[in-house]
């Protein structure tokens, strides 16, 4: 009951973000970078195992921007110069300039190395073909339509070669789905292009919106689990829940994401028994609000550790 899981990106270390700063200097080469992108991915592997989360994540360890990882390893982009996206965050835009493909796998190396050091499932992770159309210039497509249902048949490709690598849950993020909900039926076409024929379990996770100008629309998404931010909102997601039923798996994040504060036991615990009011218990994986990249290396792990120590808790009081 209730199994623990992350919604993706993890802090980098400090060796690892000063690596970086390094090899865009020319002062490092790709395969040092890369070998110690792989000393963080284990670390962080290693940490979850130990703190016995169920279902892992490598941390993104080898990515930047979400979107702008993907637009680099597909021909079709070129990359523009840097752009706020929130706060005093910014990221390179990709810029659409010809027709989007793909020639090889872009994350299932990284994914089998992961799993390679653990018993328990990595996710495959991949930000969907709304977020990277939404966060894109395009100087190519004749519509947003056209542009986006492209890439879901690249990311498609994707998916599939990650299930195909031994995918267990094949995660695709969508968080500017929440933005327009003028757009959500275009969001749900690209979704079933992305998802269509996977065995794996599929998820999405959208954060920070109007969700009620998506739900329970957003339910029609073909995946089966939606992960969603419900600790930074304080839980007022469960309001629409009560109004519509929520009919698909939860990823309930328990954690806020952009406070520096770390949780207390009680508090997660609060938090899943009231959503356990709203949805089936059966149905909730407990994880952050959202990536934890934002986070120091120590909040991070903090509370992470919160996390499953007081779900691991909970689980007893519910069996009793």
Same mark, same amino acid.
């Given at each position: 009951?209730?199994?623990?899981?992350?919604?993706?990106?993890?802090?980098?270390?400090?060796?690892?973000? &000063?690596?970086?700063?390094?090899?865009?200097?020319?002062?490092?080469?790709?395969?040092?970078?890369?070998?110690? @992108?792989?000393?963080?991915?284990?670390?962080?592997? $290693?940490?979850?195992?130990?703190?016995?989360?169920?279902?892992?994540?490598?941390?993104?360890?080898?990515?930047?921007?979400?979107?702008?990882?993907?637009?680099?390893?597909?021909?079709?982009?070129?990359?523009?110069?840097?752009?706020?996206?929130?706060?005093? $965050?910014?990221? $390179?835009?990709?810029?659409?300039?010809? @027709?989007?493909? $793909?020639?090889?796998?872009?994350?299932?190396?990284?994914?089998?190395?992961?799993?390679?050091?653990?018993?328990?499932?990595?996710? +495959?992770?991949?930000?969907?073909?709304?977020?990277?159309?939404?966060?894109? *210039?395009?100087?190519?497509?004749?519509?947003?339509?056209?542009? !986006?249902?492209?890439?879901?048949?690249?990311?498609? =490709?994707?998916?599939?070669?990650?299930?195909?690598?031994?995918?267990?849950?094949?995660?695709?993020?969508?968080?500017?789905?929440?933005?327009?909900?003028? @757009?959500?039926?275009?969001?749900?076409?690209?979704?079933?292009?992305?998802?269509?024929?996977?065995?794996?379990?599929?998820?999405?996770?959208?954060?920070?919106?109007? *969700?009620?100008?998506?739900?329970?629309?957003?339910?029609?998404?073909?995946?089966?689990?939606?992960?969603?931010?419900?600790?930074?909102?304080?839980? +007022?997601?469960?309001?629409?829940?009560?109004?519509?039923?929520?009919?698909?798996?939860?990823?309930?994040?328990?954690?806020?994401?952009?406070?520096?504060?770390?949780?207390? &036991?009680?508090?997660?615990?609060?938090?899943?028994? &009231?959503?356990?009011?709203?949805?089936?218990?059966?149905?909730?994986?407990?994880?952050?609000? !959202?990536?934890? &990249?934002?986070?120091?290396?120590?909040?991070?792990?903090?509370?992470?550790?919160?996390?499953? =120590?007081?779900?691991?808790?909970?689980?007893?009081?519910?069996?009793?």
């Amino acid at each position: 009951m209730f199994p623990t899981t992350s919604v993706g990106s993890f802090p980098k270390p400090g060796y690892l973000a &000063k690596a970086r700063s390094q090899y865009s200097e020319n002062q490092i080469s790709r395969k040092d970078l890369e070998e110690l @992108e792989k000393r963080a991915t284990q670390e962080w592997i $290693r940490f979850q195992d130990e703190i016995g989360i169920d279902v892992l994540v490598d941390g993104e360890m080898y990515r930047g921007d979400m979107v702008t990882y993907f637009a680099e390893h597909f021909s079709g982009f070129q990359i523009s110069g840097l752009v706020r996206s929130y706060g005093n $965050r910014y990221y $390179r835009k990709p810029i659409a300039v010809g @027709e989007i493909e $793909r020639a090889n796998p872009v994350t299932v190396e990284w994914f089998k190395y992961a799993q390679s050091l653990t018993q328990k499932p990595v996710k +495959g992770m991949l930000t969907g073909p709304y977020t990277i159309m939404d966060w894109s *210039f395009d100087e190519f497509y004749s519509s947003r339509r056209d542009f !986006c249902l492209r890439l879901a048949h690249v990311i498609h =490709e994707e998916a599939r070669d990650l299930e195909e690598a031994g995918a267990q849950y094949v995660q695709i993020d969508e968080p500017a789905v929440s933005v327009r909900p003028d @757009e959500i039926d275009l969001a749900i076409e690209a979704m079933g292009i992305v998802t269509d024929g996977l065995k794996a379990k599929t998820l999405t996770h959208i954060c920070y919106g109007d *969700f009620a100008g998506i739900y329970p629309k957003m339910l029609e998404l073909p995946v089966d689990q939606i992960d969603l931010e419900l600790s930074n909102s304080e839980f +007022g997601l469960l309001g629409l829940f009560k109004t519509s039923p929520f009919t698909k798996e939860i990823g309930l994040g328990v954690v806020d994401v952009h406070n520096h504060r770390i949780e207390t &036991k009680d508090e997660v615990k609060s938090r899943i028994r &009231k959503a356990a009011t709203v949805i089936k218990a059966d149905k909730i994986y407990v994880s952050p609000d !959202c990536g934890l &990249k934002t986070r120091t290396v120590e909040e991070a792990k903090g509370k992470l550790k919160v996390m499953v =120590e007081a779900t691991k808790e909970l689980r007893e009081e519910f069996a009793s």
